[in-house]
């Protein structure tokens, strides 16, 4: 019955502007680019987002059902397409500016959903916000919850404001992961691997920790820690990585049948071997998206092909 990914939240386009002057736009958000790679996967993924019927929406339109993402019904009904202005540096890092307006169209819940994924600025903005926090907790008798808070300063505010929201969505997920910047900012002064451990504690089943070219960490309930390096790779830009390793890593959590409700059980069961294979699926995933431009993950075929 597990058949779909469900995904909630926004559906944006880039504005970046390249080191070398150069401006070009892509489509984006952090949940609709999690629903890209996973259509690209050949995964049934649905998006509940917010869009306009403007020029930017069109974009956002044929990128996503160019890749047979499946758009939920409502998601068009927003005034104007919301935009991110990313600022690259010399390195390939981002930097953002929001203009964002966010809200959850109408959605079905049933145990045709393998896994509700969310995250980022919708589920942290009102009114989506309350929205999000409601369905994620609706959507557990049926699905896996998975979760990336993918935080924004520019457009989230302080930590204080934010932090509690998040820690609650973490503590009603199954899979979190987060990206070693996320956690700096979100407990300042903390040591991060300590800021995960307790996170792994307070209800999810696994907790990835990202840290870009030093790989990843993995935290399971049940106490096992996994170290993925991260493969080398020339970064042409960072837009779009840790989106990139988030379906990579539902999808190795879904090839190891560990998703859908009634496999919640055997997910915070998972041993050392399972989420080691999950992490480096998802890493190599990630490392593909940084040696090209913008938020372009790769295929299931790209992946089966020979290196």
């Known amino acids: 019955m597990n058949q779909r990914a469900l995904v909630i939240g926004e559906a944006l386009v880039d504005v970046v502007h390249a080191a070398d002057g150069t401006v070009v736009e892509h489509p984006g958000g ?13 995964r049934t993924a649905e998006l509940a987002t917010w869009f306009a019927d403007d020029a930017h929406g069109e974009l956002l339109r044929e990128h996503l059902t160019s890749s047979r993402v499946h ?15 990313a600022t690259l540096a010399a390195d390939g890092g981002a930097s953002y500016v929001f203009d964002l307006t966010s809200h959850v169209p109408e959605v079905v819940l049933d145990d045709s959903i393998a896994v509700l994924h969310t995250g980022s600025i919708a589920a942290t903005l009102q009114p989506s916000a309350d929205e999000i926090t409601n369905l994620c907790a609706a959507a557990r008798p049926h699905a896996t919850i998975s979760y990336d808070p993918n935080v924004r300063p520019t457009i989230m505010g302080e930590p204080d404001a934010v932090r509690r929201r998040i820690e609650r969505l973490v503590a009603g997920a199954d899979v979190v992961k987060v990206s070693d910047e996320d956690i700096a900012w979100l407990y300042p002064g ?3 691997t300590d800021a995960v451990r307790r996170w792994a504690a307070a209800g999810p089943a696994l ?16 106490g096992v820690e996994v170290i993925v ?4 790779v020339r970064v042409v830009d960072t837009v779009g ?7 990579g890593l539902i999808d190795g959590l879904w090839s190891a049948d560990l998703l859908g409700a009634d496999r919640r059980e055997q997910l915070h069961a998972m041993q ?32 089966e092909e020979p290196e």
């Open 30 to 42: 952090s949940p609709a680019n999690v629903a890209l790679g996973l259509a690209r996967l050949a």
């Open 71 to 85: 758009l939920v019904p409502g998601s068009d009904g927003a005034e104007r397409t919301s935009s991110a202005v």
């Open 190 to 192: 903390q040591d991060v």
């Open 207 to 222: 907790v990835v920790l990202t840290r870009g070219a030093s790989g990843s960490l993995g935290f399971t309930s049940g």
């Open 229 to 232: 390096p991260a493969p080398l």
């Open 241 to 247: 990585a840790g989106d990139a390793y988030m379906a």
């Open 272 to 303: 050392a071997e399972t989420v080691q294979t999950a992490m480096s699926h998802a890493a190599r995933i990630a490392a593909i998206v940084v040696s090209r431009a913008g938020a372009n993950p790769p295929t299931r075929n790209e992946l």
